[in-house]
T-cell receptor
Framework: EAGVVQSPRYKIIEKKQPVAFWCNPI?????LYWYRQNLGQGPELLIR????????DSQLPKDRFSAERLKGVDSTLKIQPAELGDSAVYLC?????????????????FGPGTRLLVL | DQQVKQNSPSLSVQEGRISILNCDYT??????FLWYKKYPAEGPTFLIS?????DKNEDGRFTVFLNKSAKHLSLHIVPSQPGDSAVYFC?????????FGTGTRLKVLA
């Protein structure tokens, strides 16, 4: 079974430039997550999708970040314009359990991440 | 406010001995807890999980213990192997919202 695919793996841009990250989840997984991981920290949720619906985007900085998952499969995360503080690893994860009430277990599978450096 | 804390940034253990990684949380509403392992330049890999209705879950060399009264989670690896050297993240969840700790770097010495 193919894992979560992310591209690019590395990206270096100058501040104020736009950047986009792409994620293809595991086949059949309807839940998709975007996380940001800063150096020395754990992953922090940016947005969660159930199929094509963004069910939790409360931590997405909406002034510069946007995401889409148009057909409920692959997803794109965009930053425009990028700032120095956006340098981090951007992780995509997917799972197969629907967004039911808490208590039902699921396993998230992470992609390798995109390491972004903003100069 | 850090809801999930891993207070030990690093841990070194001799091969064959037990590794114990600890995690504390503050929100009693969390109902699912997980451990992930991360190698450099890779994404986190799921290791083991436990529901809040249990106090222990075992999978091979890995055992997770949950002490709800103390809001404390631990991962035991027995016996430790050099290939276990990685960064370990604990995570706590409520309604599919996951909060991760800052990680503990485990080094297993041969």
């Amino acid at each position: 079974e193919a894992g979560v695919v992310q591209s690019p793996r590395y990206k270096i841009i100058e501040k104020k430039q736009p950047v986009a990250f792409w994620c293809n989840p595991i086949s059949g997984h309807n839940t998709l997550y975007w996380y940001r991981q800063n150096l020395g920290q754990g992953p922090e949720l940016l947005i969660r999708y159930e199929n094509e619906e963004a069910v939790d985007d409360s931590q997405l900085p909406k002034d510069r970040f946007s995401a889409e998952r148009l057909k409920g499969v692959d997803s794109t995360l965009k930053i425009q314009p990028a700032e120095l503080g956006d340098s981090a690893v951007y992780l995509c994860a997917s799972s197969s359990v629907p967004g039911l009430a808490g208590g039902q277990q699921e396993t998230q599978y992470f992609g390798p991440g995109t390491r972004l450096l903003v100069l | 406010d850090q809801q999930v804390k891993q207070n030990s940034p690093s841990l070194s253990v001799q091969e064959g001995r037990i590794s114990i990684l600890n995690c504390d949380y503050t929100n009693s509403m969390f109902d699912y807890f997980l451990w992930y392992k991360k190698y450099p330049a890779e994404g986190p890999t799921f290791l083991i999980s436990i529901s809040s209705i249990k106090d222990k879950n075992e999978d091979g060399r890995f055992t997770v213990f949950l002490n709800k009264s103390a809001k404390h989670l631990s991962l035991h690896i027995v016996p430790s192997q050099p290939g276990d050297s990685a960064v370990y993240f604990c995570a706590a969840s409520r309604s599919y919202k996951y909060i991760f700790g800052t990680g503990t770097r485990l080094k297993v010495l041969a």
